[in-house]
C-alpha cells in the first residue's frame, strides 16, 4: 500500500499519477475548507482548483516535516486572500447553509430539545446577524474566527497555515472576537 509521504516523493518527481492520488485523498478536505472561505459553490471550486494546481506546481518545496493536508490547506488561506485582493468581492456564507462533508451535509443547527417556531426564528435571525457581521470584519479577522471556531484548527495549526506567529494568531483571533462583538452591537 502506497503512503502518502510515498506519494509525495512521487509527485515531487513529477509523477502526475501520484498527484492525482493526492488529489483523491485531499480533494473534500480542500473543498470543504474552500467552500467555508468562498461562501459558495462555485467560487469554492475555482479555490479548490487553484489550490490543486499550486501545490502540483509548488510540490518540490514541500518538506515533509509539516502535514500535506494543513500544507494544502496554507495554499487555501493564500489563494482566497489573492482572490478578494483581485476581486475586492465581499465573500459571504450564511451560517444556515448546510456543512459539506465527505458523506454528504450536515444540518449546522444546534442540537435542543422542541424548539418553539419563535425559537426557530429568534436562532435563524442571530445566526444572519452573525454571518453579517462576520463579512464586515476584514480578511485578516474573519480567516483566523472561520479556522478557530467554525473549522477547529488549534493555534498553532493556524499559525503553520497562514505562516505567521502563535502570538499573532492569538492577537488577530481576540481582536477578531472584540471586532465581531462589536459588530454585533451596532446591529442590534
Not at 430539545?113 to 419563535?118: A, G, H, K, V
Not at 485578516?140 to 502563535?166: H, K, P, Q, T, W
Request: proline share 3%.
Amino acid at each position: 500500500m502506497t503512503t502518502v509521504k510515498d506519494l509525495i516523493e512521487k509527485a515531487q518527481r513529477d509523477d502526475l499519477d501520484a498527484f492525482g492520488e493526492l488529489v483523491l485523498i485531499y480533494q473534500d478536505r480542500v473543498y470543504s475548507h474552500c467552500h467555508y472561505l468562498a461562501g459558495n459553490p462555485e467560487d469554492a471550486q475555482d479555490l479548490a482548483q487553484d489550490v490543486f494546481v499550486q501545490g502540483f506546481k509548488g510540490i518540490r518545496s514541500f518538506r515533509n516535516d509539516a502535514d500535506f493536508g494543513t500544507w494544502l490547506h496554507r495554499i487555501a488561506v493564500n489563494q482566497w486572500i489573492n482572490f478578494c485582493r483581485r476581486n475586492k468581492k465581499v465573500v459571504t456564507f450564511s451560517l444556515d447553509e448546510p456543512l459539506p462533508v465527505r458523506e454528504g451535509e450536515v444540518s449546522r443547527e444546534l442540537a435542543a430539545s422542541e424548539e418553539s417556531p419563535l425559537d426557530k426564528v429568534e436562532r435563524s435571525e442571530f445566526n444572519a446577524m452573525v454571518g453579517t457581521a462576520l463579512n464586515r470584519l476584514l480578511p485578516e479577522f474573519r480567516i483566523v474566527l472561520i479556522l478557530r471556531e467554525i473549522e477547529g484548527y488549534n493555534y498553532d495549526e493556524i499559525a503553520a497555515m497562514l505562516d505567521c506567529s502563535l502570538g499573532t494568531v492569538k492577537s488577530r483571533i481576540n481582536r477578531g472576537r472584540k471586532a465581531l462583538k462589536k459588530e454585533l452591537e451596532k446591529q442590534l
